[in-house]
């Protein structure tokens, strides 16, 4: 009779473990935006045969599509469709509206060096004064221009880790890594979620090819620490 009690305690602890184990490893709900540049009418920068607005295009539906598969708990949204006239206002209500957790605006220029490239850019505007600031205390208008202090800490935190990541990634010689660099970013106007910039360099448009995996991975890293 006691072995019986004994078991059947030694059950019903073992269940709920394994349920306190599932509950506690439920992924956390993570919004990304994608901000791919160029639109209907204007198509960016020259790449030897195409268009930056193509080239972003693709990479951001890559990313879509491949990390959407990896972390089916994470909503991946677009700024604008492809086609569509992006007005930057319109772009930041939309992700301060949803309440992202992290703006991508995606970039491509041509590169004349012997490897394709990769850059990280966040906004600041006084790199001394902007990390004074506090987060308001009750409901304040805040000026557009300064609509990312509110998420200061966490967007340097977010590049800080994607740069280690694709900087260890780069030692495979097949893209350099620029660095990550911190600048007035009027792509950012308004936005409230950290905001990060990628901008690849490409000696072609096929070289983006190259550059998916290696942000793809980057960005994995960073949906693995925050949601799981």
Known sequence: MIF???FIIGAVLALHNDASS???RMPKKFIIMLDPAGDGKNP???IKNSFERGTTLLLA???HQELSFQYPHVRFLFSHKPGQLSEQ???AQSSNRIGAQLFISIHCF???NSLPTIALYQTIWNRTTDWWQVAPTQLSLIPAAFAYRGSLKTTHSFMTLLSQTLTKQSEQNTFSFIGGFAIPFRPFFGIQAPAIAIECG???EK???LLIDPIKNALATLIHKETL
Do not use: C, H, N
């Open 4 to 6: 019986l009690r004994i």
């Open 22 to 24: 599932f509950f506690t």
């Open 44 to 46: 960016g920068r020259s």
């Open 61 to 63: 539906d890559a990313l």
């Open 89 to 91: 206002m319109q772009i």
């Open 110 to 112: 041509r590169e004349t």
């Open 202 to 204: 490409l000696r072609d």
């Open 207 to 209: 070289d983006i090819y």
